[in-house]
């Protein structure tokens, strides 16, 4: 799916600008691969916050609102939109104040001191913690690069061909019992992979799993 027919659900394009470096800065692009920019994870933030989680809908919201331990999980009032809606506003005024430019046109050591500052709270936001935004938009990042792709991130499963992984299982596991220790590097499929059509699948309905050659397994 090219960028121009993602119809973004809920961030508007200056969020979506602030998401684009932000995850940059996360999960780079390097010699191993694209990053996070790239996979498309800004997307799956959008379609995310678009969804039910975004809004909260299934959780039970009425309070009280003690501040809970780590262990409790998460505690805020604020829906997952609210905070990225808030957050993303008021990071970017704290930046117009330090640098004169808002996240998206700073340099990246400069973003890094940003985003590190979220960490560890020591930019302090009006709204909300921005170690609770922080800690929400890295899970975020990470969930968006290594989901399958039918949720709208990890482009061209990127993701996977970085770690190795190949997606959806086969059922061809009787082939392998006594290959121990071997890499198992194919070519991964999505679950998206096969509503559309691009790989075969056995008489059970599973993929049947392409493995890569030496040539393009030392590629990824």
Same mark, same amino acid.
């Given at each position: 799916?090219?960028?121009?027919? $993602?119809?973004?659900?809920?961030?508007?394009? %200056? !969020?979506?600008?602030?998401?684009?470096?932000?995850?940059? &800065? @996360?999960? =780079?692009?390097?010699?191993?691969?694209?990053g996070a920019k790239e996979a498309g994870v800004t997307y799956f933030i959008d379609q995310q916050l678009a969804s039910v989680?975004?809004?909260?809908? $299934?959780?039970?919201?009425?309070?009280?609102? %003690? !501040?809970?331990?780590?262990?409790?999980?998460?505690?805020? &009032? @604020?829906? =997952?939109?609210?905070?990225?809606?808030?957050?993303?506003?008021?990071?970017?005024?704290?930046?117009?104040?330090?640098?004169?430019?808002?996240?998206?046109y700073l340099a990246p050591r400069e973003q890094d001191e940003v985003l590190e500052g979220l960490e560890s709270g020591a930019i302090e936001l009006p709204s909300l913690s921005s170690k609770l935004f922080f800690a929400l938009l890295?899970?975020?990042?990470?969930?968006?690069?290594?989901?399958?792709?039918?949720?709208?991130?990890?482009?061209?499963?990127?993701?996977?061909?970085?770690?190795?992984?190949?997606?959806?299982?086969?059922?061809?596991?009787?082939?392998?019992?006594?290959?121990?220790?071997?890499?198992?590097?194919?070519?991964?499929?999505?679950?998206?992979?096969?509503?559309?059509?691009?790989?075969?699948?056995?008489?059970?309905?599973?993929?049947?799993?392409?493995?890569?050659?030496?040539?393009?397994?030392?590629?990824?």
């Amino acid at each position: 799916m090219t960028e121009e027919a $993602r119809a973004f659900g809920y961030l508007t394009q %200056p !969020e979506i600008r602030f998401l684009d470096a932000a995850v940059e &800065r @996360l999960i =780079p692009a390097d010699e191993l691969g694209p990053g996070a920019k790239e996979a498309g994870v800004t997307y799956f933030i959008d379609q995310q916050l678009a969804s039910v989680w975004g809004s909260h809908g $299934r959780n039970y919201r009425a309070g009280p609102w %003690p !501040e809970g331990t780590p262990q409790q999980g998460f505690q805020s &009032r @604020l829906t =997952p939109r609210e905070i990225y809606r808030a957050a993303i506003r008021e990071v970017n005024v704290h930046c117009l104040k330090r640098f004169q430019k808002v996240f998206e046109y700073l340099a990246p050591r400069e973003q890094d001191e940003v985003l590190e500052g979220l960490e560890s709270g020591a930019i302090e936001l009006p709204s909300l913690s921005s170690k609770l935004f922080f800690a929400l938009l890295l899970r975020n990042a990470m969930e968006g690069y290594f989901a399958d792709p039918i949720y709208g991130g990890n482009r061209d499963k990127a993701g996977w061909r970085l770690i190795g992984f190949p997606g959806v299982p086969a059922s061809n596991y009787n082939d392998l019992i006594d290959e121990h220790n071997v890499p198992y590097r194919v070519e991964p499929v999505s679950i998206l992979d096969i509503q559309q059509g691009k790989v075969k699948l056995d008489s059970q309905g599973l993929p049947k799993h392409v493995k890569l050659k030496d040539e393009e397994r030392n590629a990824r």
